[in-house]
């Protein structure tokens, strides 16, 4: 996982469950033995300001385009996206998945919220998708696979190796999106 900022901790829960050996990123010299990489939730703005000053920035995009297998959630999805709206000017994301993710974009009445998702690829039910000063993303590239959708908007996709959700599913108390994602690692 990564560890700037976030919620990190969340992850090692379920990834200790699944049995993954999750260690905590934060310097470039970690970036070497990592197989997959949990970008999580938080606070973009925050989390990419810490990505310069720790000196990861270009060594963790120089390690997703030569292969390496990330998810991001909600704050990571951000992180992630080709482009961001409603971001703080400085705020510049890796660019590792073809879309464009607007922040905080369901408004105060809506800041949080659950809803169950069918995801292409899941057995056993819809997933419950726990959505927190969610970002919408409002248009993919044709790279770009969608697996979930809610109110017509993609929330869980993937462009090669690279998968990220609007939603949070290290708090959803179901391990079935860390499990697709770990069986595509493997
Ligand atoms: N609104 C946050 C951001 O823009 C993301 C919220 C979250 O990760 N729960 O970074």
Redesign the pocket.
């Known amino acids: 996982m990564l560890a700037l900022q976030?919620?990190f901790r969340e992850h090692r829960e379920v990834l200790d469950a699944l049995g993954v050996d999750a260690v905590e990123l934060r310097r470039p010299e970690g970036l070497g033995g990592l197989d997959a990489l949990v970008i999580p939730?938080?606070?973009?703005?925050t989390?990419q300001r810490l990505l310069d000053t720790s000196g990861l920035r270009a060594p963790l995009q120089e390690a997703i385009a030569d292969g390496l297998r990330v998810l991001g959630?909600?704050?990571?999805l951000?992180v992630l996206a080709r482009s961001v709206l409603d971001g703080r000017a400085d705020q510049q994301p890796l660019g590792a998945i073809d879309l464009v993710a607007r922040?905080?974009a369901y408004g105060r009445q809506r800041d949080s919220f659950e809803a169950a998702l069918e995801v292409d690829g899941l057995a056993g039910g819809p997933f419950p998708g726990v959505f927190?000063?969610?970002?919408v993303i409002e248009s993919v590239g044709d790279a770009v696979e969608v697996r979930a959708e809610h109110n017509g908007r993609p929330v869980l996709a993937r462009q090669g190796r690279v998968w990220v959700t609007t939603f949070?599913p290290e708090i959803a108390g179901d391990l079935r999106v860390h499990e697709l994602f770990l069986q595509d690692v493997a």
Do not use: F
């Not at 959630?73 to 990571?76: L, V």
């Open positions: 976030g919620a939730g938080g606070e973009s703005t989390m959630t909600c704050a990571g951000i922040r905080n927190i000063r969610a970002p949070h």
